[in-house]
């Protein structure tokens, strides 16, 4: 454990500027850099902290507004507390939202934020890690097959809709992948069914991708959210377990 500085920042990309979260240990040495992925709900104070875990882990973390084209973070107007089912008009404001940001915006704005990491004097030289979030852990796939010269490892955590029957699915970029990857899906999750979960192993184990994925049983989509009604602290800390053992790996 070490102290940590953290700042928001600024980082341009091809379409505007992109707001983030920037967080590294207090030293100011090079780390190992860490694209963090946030879930539907956007750039807030959790997905700060959760950053900052990893910075006194040792790492240098940037977290950014991926919803950018729409206002700097926060986007949405968020509860402390979020409970999608006590407040189902959020919903009707976050996914057209979502659905904006195709996968090639995606991934031009993954090039950038892995290019102004490459130049941050706060993270070390080489290839950096990807971890995601529900709709973050799609980002980390597609960016791990977009970028495989940038990206050592990649892990998704409760993630949606990673294989399925569409012609853009994240799964079909498995083939351009070299990063190991890692996957904690949960197990009462409608949006990853067991069939998706086996599609996904399927296709990394054709392309030879080094990964491993596990079901956290009784966990609910978006169980590492601390400030949502889906969190499950044992999954949650399960969760770090899982992550900090790949990054370790890694680096």
């Known amino acids: 454990m070490t102290s940590v500085q953290a700042t928001d920042v600024d980082v341009p990309t091809e379409d505007g500027v992109a707001d983030a979260y920037l967080a590294h240990p207090g030293d100011g040495l090079p780390r190992p850099g860490v694209l963090l992925y946030q879930d539907a709900f956007g750039l807030r104070p959790h997905l700060?902290?959760?950053?900052?875990?990893?910075?006194e882990a040792g790492y240098t973390v940037l977290v950014p507004n991926v919803f950018y084209r729409h206002g700097r973070s926060p986007v949405f107007e968020l509860p402390e507390f979020i409970d999608p089912a006590a407040r189902p008009e959020l919903w009707g404001k976050i996914a057209p939202v979502m659905q904006s940001l195709t996968p090639e915006l995606a991934m031009r704005d993954a090039g950038a934020y892995l290019r102004w990491m490459a130049e941050r004097p706060e993270v070390a030289d080489g290839p950096v890690a990807l971890t995601g979030y529900c709709m973050g852990a799609r980002l980390a796939l597609r960016t791990a097959g977009a970028y495989p010269d940038r990206v050592a490892a990649a892990a998704g955590f409760h993630g949606g809709q990673l294989a399925t029957d569409a012609p853009d699915s994240p799964h079909l970029v498995a083939e351009h992948v070299t990063a190991e990857?890692?996957?904690?899906h949960a197990d009462?999750?409608?949006?990853?069914?067991p069939e998706q979960m086996e599609r996904l192993a399927g296709a990394l184990t054709a392309a030879g991708v080094r990964h491993r994925y596990e079901v956290y049983e009784g966990a609910h989509h978006g169980y590492t959210q601390a400030d949502t009604s889906a969190y499950d602290q044992a999954a949650a800390e399960r969760h770090w377990a899982a992550l900090l053992d790949l990054l370790k790996r890694t680096f």
């Open 48 to 55: 700060r902290s959760m950053a900052d875990r990893l910075a």
């Open 181 to 184: 990857l890692y996957f904690g």
């Open 188 to 193: 009462a999750d409608h949006s990853m069914p």
